[in-house]
């Protein structure tokens, strides 16, 4: 499965911004993808992810009400909206994708990762 991230940018603090996350190749061994995000410094942490099958969706505390993830099966594309953002949610943002529809949050359980696309949150 290959990963292909994009969407990311420069945004004021309260701005939205939608990344996408495009899947190809076995993409029928893809069970769920999640976006992951890294900011300078600081571990990888996990923002969300969704179950292709039935759409069931999972999201950090911290995005919780500000961040919407989806999908459309038929491209087949993830997408993260994120909304009212806020300095502290720059970072690089990852998808990736496991073959374990159970993976959730637990990153070592991705087997695909996708390039990262960086977002800014200015003040």
């Known amino acids: 499965v290959q990963l292909q991230a994009s969407g990311g940018g420069l945004v004021q603090a309260g701005a939205s911004l939608t990344l996408s996350c495009a899947a190809s190749?076995?993409?029928?061994?893809?069970?769920?993808v999640g976006w992951f995000r890294q900011a300078p410094g600081k571990e990888r942490g996990f923002v969300a992810a969704i179950r292709w099958s039935d759409g069931n969706q999972r999201y950090a505390d911290s995005v919780k009400g500000r961040f919407t993830i989806s999908r459309d099966n038929a491209k087949p594309t993830v997408f993260l909206q994120m909304n009212s953002l806020k300095p502290e949610d720059t970072a690089v943002y990852y998808c990736a994708s496991s073959n374990n529809p159970f993976a959730g949050s637990v990153s070592k359980l991705y087997d695909y990762w996708g390039q990262g696309t960086q977002v800014t949150v200015s003040s």
């Open positions: 190749g076995r993409t029928s061994s893809s069970r769920i």
